[in-house]
């Protein structure tokens, strides 16, 4: 079966953000890359991006992967109010729905507060302290 796993670009706070999900999350990060390490002979990146993040991989559960990366200058900047996809989560209990989204949403904007929803599962959506918009969610199985 595929999975899917969400890609995010950042303005150069990617490994700030990561040391936050990876705070609420846990996991480990499967990869690392740092913009210094893709040059070449004949091409490198200015010196202010070298240690911005090219790639990061943080692995949640076993089943997951959140992933990243700094945008170069050169590419522009990221509207970070734009309209973006959110990141759904589906947590295993309510618990760990209320542990997620309180500490995902910490210092950022709630759009719905966490609770049972008029759709029957246990949810809230909110965007993080570097804008991404998250949706955590747990219904019970019967």
Known sequence: MASINPHIHFNGNTEEAFEFYKSVFGGTYT??????ELSTVGFTFPEEELNKIMHIALSIGGKSVLMASDV?????????????????????????????????SAGGT?????????????????????????????????
């Open 31 to 36: 990869r690392l890359v740092r913009f210094k």
């Open 72 to 104: 170069p200058n050169m590419l522009g900047t990221v509207n970070e109010n734009e309209n973006r996809s959110k990141i759904t989560v589906s947590a295993e209990s309510k618990e760990e729905a209320d542990a997620i989204f309180n500490g995902l």
């Open 110 to 142: 709630v759009e719905f507060p966490i609770g049972n929803s008029p759709w029957g599962s246990y949810f809230g959506a909110f965007r993080d302290k570097y804008g991404i918009e998250w949706m955590i969610d747990f219904t019970e199985q019967k």
